[in-house]
């Protein structure tokens, strides 16, 4: 459970099925938690990445302990004692139907200002992102944290709870504190973000003075309140920077499955000791960064260094993949006019290499549609279906790259010609994508 509140249990990043925008879609905690279980790439206790899904398991174990389900436990011991009668949790919001209808008329806006038309969501693994709740309950919420109320919980619960679990790393600042954020302004705070499509919130304690900081936005990464105005209440942040610039790989990211390019290419950070303004926006850099031998540390996230050959072998991949769909594009182009002037070849070649191109862009174009529409909000079982195309589509491939150099090598075509050589190499590039990026791993999903 303590490696689970400093999100150092090693777990990667996993979004499959995290929410639906269909209710029917709903499945229980305990069905999505024993379904989707993301591989361990990091040792216990070493890195910190964040993770719901390792939230999500504290509070499946929250439930197997309680005997009764997480929204429950959370009304019976949160919400019903603190009055907070505006608050509720489950993933369809039943656990308060008054709450569920209000919902309904509220809408969410993009970081540019723009209306997010249909944003709402049901998020599958609530326990990390459905409270829903009114800026009341949350004040409510937040005096009884500082004034340590008993209806919450018991004072040596409090002390243990406010005990600092992880620091940085040859410092004596605190990193967290049982799943709260230490954040460092002119006075030390602790206290937890959140963000979903639509809606940013933020609580902040401190409890050397008694005072406590609440917000609550209807934006997805809004920053002028979540982020500006705890400076205005605790004073400028405590900045700390790296003592060098050096290009890391971000610990909370995608290892393995379908998702390992966009995580090899969402995870390279370079880490700047003084960037310019754009840059530190754009890169969401945190003010405070403790540079250790082999990571920068940030908060709930650690990044870390790199030679950049991952990196370097996915952006090869892509920009092989990218040539060899634009050649392929252009093959098919011109065999289209061919058969449009009925000049096309009765070559057997000439027809090889028209499936081939067929066949070479597909996986990346399957790909893209998968992180598009299928990544998140879909029901998990057409993400597997989705990993099975893969597969038919590397196994198409090499029975036609099998072909082909038969066809090649055959006396009266020794003369393999340039086309036919380019397009085996693509063939192969594209079923070395499939491969190397884990695009066929339906079970892991």
Excluded at 112 to 118: A, K, R, Y
Excluded at 247 to 276: D, E, W, Y
Excluded at 281 to 303: G, K
Excluded at 305 to 321: D, F, H, Q, Y
């Amino acid at each position: 459970m303590m490696n689970l509140m400093n999100h150092n249990a090693g777990f990667e990043e996993t979004a499959i099925g995290m929410y639906t925008t269909t209710e029917a879609n709903i499945v229980s905690l305990e069905d999505y938690i024993t379904s989707i279980q993301p591989c361990q790439i990091w040792k216990p206790g070493e890195t910190v990445a964040y993770s719901n899904w390792g939230a999500t398991l504290a509070a499946y174990i929250v439930q197997r302990v309680s005997g009764m389900p997480y929204y429950q436990y959370a009304q019976e011991n949160i919400f019903k004692p603190l009055g907070m009668e505006h608050t509720a949790i489950n993933a369809d919001l039943s656990d308060n139907p008054a709450v569920k209808e209000k919902r309904k008329e509220l809408e969410g806006y993009l970081p540019t200002g723009q209306l997010f038309p249909n944003s709402f969501s049901y998020i599958i693994m609530y326990p990390v992102g459905m409270c829903t709740s009114t800026l009341k309950d949350f004040e409510a919420f937040a005096q009884a944290l500082l004034a340590e109320d008993s209806r919450l919980m018991k004072k040596e619960t409090f002390e243990e709870m406010y005990t600092p679990s992880l620091m940085y790393t040859g410092t004596e600042d605190v990193r967290l504190c049982h799943g709260f954020m230490g954040a460092m302004y002119k006075v030390n705070v602790i206290g937890h973000g959140g963000n979903t499509q639509s809606c940013s919130s933020y609580l902040l304690l401190d409890r050397d003075d008694d005072i406590g900081f609440v917000v609550m936005t209807n934006q997805y990464g809004e920053a002028r309140f979540n982020t500006e105005m705890p400076e205005l209440i605790f004073g400028e942040s405590k900045e700390k920077k790296p003592g060098s610039d050096c290009l890391c790989m971000n610990a909370r990211t995608f290892k393995h499955g379908m998702l390992k390019m966009l995580g090899s290419l969402q995870g390279i950070t370079p880490v700047i000791q003084n960037p310019p303004a754009p840059v530190k926006d754009l890169l969401h850099y945190p003010s405070y960064m403790n540079e250790t031998s082999d990571r920068i540390e940030a908060s709930v996230m650690d990044f870390i260094k790199s030679n950049g050959a991952e990196a370097g072998v996915t952006i090869g991949i892509l920009l092989l993949m990218l040539l060899g769909i634009l050649i392929c594009v252009i093959c098919l182009l011109v065999k289209f006019i061919k058969l449009i002037f009925r000049k096309h070849s009765r070559n057997p070649l000439s027809w090889w290499r028209t499936r081939m191109s067929l066949l070479i862009p597909l996986p990346v174009i399957l790909w893209f549609v998968y992180v598009q529409f299928f990544m998140k909000s879909q029901p998990v079982f057409l993400a597997k279906i989705v990993c099975i195309i893969e597969i038919v589509l590397g196994l198409l491939l090499v029975i036609g790259i099998i072909g082909g150099i038969r066809r090649m090598h055959r006396r009266e075509e020794k003369i393999c010609g340039f086309r036919n050589v380019l397009t085996m190499f693509f063939a192969i590039v594209a079923v070395a994508m499939i491969v190397y990026f884990e695009m066929y791993t339906f079970w892991l999903i």
